[in-house]
């Protein structure tokens, strides 16, 4: 199991005890963070804004949902937000008041590389794996992640837009995630 | 159409596991995997430990993702939030709304022929050996113990135990893909305790940390496995604090 940021897991002490501070330090350390990868996914920034905020919401409302013995605090609340935009794509989808999203997206009024303290002692470096990481894959283990990562697709709709078997799909995601999972775990 | 798939074809189950940790399984796979995630992967290790790789994985693709400073706004719109509503006010019994947390919630770790899962209340320090379940059901026994019903389980308290076990046996599995969550209820305040599910004899022993003086009642509801616990949905079984 990769090992936790002892600094996460002391702020995410302090947000059990009720602790306003810690929320905010929380913030500030995921928010930027939460807030690229749910624009990214969402293409809109109210709706963007609407993810950060139901993530840190549920966070402060149930601190108790991060079980410590299951893995780093980054991979909890990451996932939460990523749930939560991946929820609203569909959502709107379905209500069909998402236009093509790729096609419209709304240029960000202060989009910025982060380029905090948080950014170069932390997460930064992971990020710096992480791309890396991603650098090593196919061209088509790539693409399926993206597609069901960043786009919110399932792999059945994957495999329809790419006129591939179902199968391959799920051959190309998992060859990519064991690929992803080797170079990441050598990293932590 | 849903395969069933066998518990010992780890490629296939691989493949599924890395479909849901990136959210993007179709319904019938997902069917077939809220199957394995009840029957299957919490008595495999090797499931459990792929599982977690590939949760922390697809969340550390976030970080692909530019980091964006949000709009000045939004840190105060959360403490208006947060001042509007206290942590644990939680409207009673409305529908529960399931977000699921690739399994960063569920943990169930099988001990002889035991499984329980840990919550807030349950910490990792609460794992229950066979000799702990047998002090409960002394405990049970004893003069002093205060014992009540709930549904197929009992809780159990006495003085100077700060806090309380919940065992049980015979209890029926709960529906593929769903666990039991256990909340701790005092007056509109519901508490989050932990998620469990029986083992395959049907026990169930979790010991939680939670002075039984300070809340009104204990509830179960069903939940979608691996759902965050933002409100309790139905109770199926409730009693008052032993």
């Known amino acids: 199991m990769p090992p936790d940021d002892p600094d996460d897991l002391a702020l995410h002490r302090r947000l059990v005890s009720g602790d306003r501070d810690a929320f905010d330090d929380l913030y500030r350390r995921y928010a930027p963070t939460a807030y690229g990868v749910a624009y990214r996914l969402v293409g809109q920034q109210l709706l963007a804004q609407d993810v950060v905020h139901d993530a840190f919401l549920a966070l402060w409302r149930v601190p108790e949902a991060f079980d410590p013995t299951r893995g780093a605090f980054r991979t909890f609340f990451l996932s939460l937000v990523h749930h939560r935009a991946v929820d609203t794509i569909r959502r709107e989808e379905r209500l069909r008041a998402r236009t093509e999203r790729a096609a419209n997206l709304e240029p960000l009024v202060d989009e910025d590389p982060a380029d905090t303290v948080t950014e170069r002692s932390y997460l930064g470096i992971r990020r710096t794996q992480v791309r890396s990481a991603l650098d090593e894959l196919s061209a088509d283990q790539r693409r399926v992640l993206e597609m069901a990562y960043d786009e919110g697709k399932t792999q059945v709709r994957i495999a329809r837009e790419l006129g591939i078997p179902l199968g391959t799909v799920k051959t190309r995601t998992l060859a990519a995630m064991r690929k992803l999972r080797t170079l990441l775990e050598d990293d932590e | ?242």
């Open chain 2, 1 to 242: 159409m849903t395969t069933t798939v066998p518990p010992s074809d780890h490629e296939t189950i691989d493949a599924l596991l890395a479909g849901y940790a990136l959210r993007s399984l179709g319904p019938d796979d997902a069917t077939e995997l809220d199957r394995l995630l009840t029957d299957h992967v919490p008595a495999c290790g090797e499931c459990r430990t792929t599982l977690d790789a590939f949760a922390a994985i697809a969340a550390d693709l976030a970080l692909d993702a530019p980091p964006v400073t949000p709009p000045e706004t939004l840190l105060p719109r959360l403490h208006q939030q947060l001042e509007a509503r206290s942590r644990w006010s939680l409207p009673r019994w409305e529908p529960t709304r399931v977000v699921a947390v690739a399994a960063s919630v569920m943990i169930v770790a099988g001990l002889g022929g035991l499984a329980l899962s840990r919550g807030a209340g349950v910490p990792a320090g609460a794992t229950l050996s066979a000799a702990d379940i047998s002090q409960a059901q002394e405990f049970a026994a004893q003069p002093d113990a205060t014992s009540v019903e709930m549904g197929p389980l009992t809780e159990v308290s006495a003085p100077g135990l700060g806090g309380f076990y919940v065992i049980g046996e015979g209890v029926a599995p709960p529906p593929p893909g769903s666990v039991y969550r256990l909340w701790a209820v005092q007056g509109d305040v519901a508490r989050y305790l932990g998620d469990f599910v029986p083992s395959p004899s049907g026990v169930v022993a979790l010991q939680v940390f939670v002075d039984p003086s300070a809340i009104d009642r204990v509830i179960v509801t069903i939940e979608r496995a691996g759902s965050f616990p933002t409100s309790p949905g139905a109770p199926i079984w409730q009693a008052g604090a032993a």
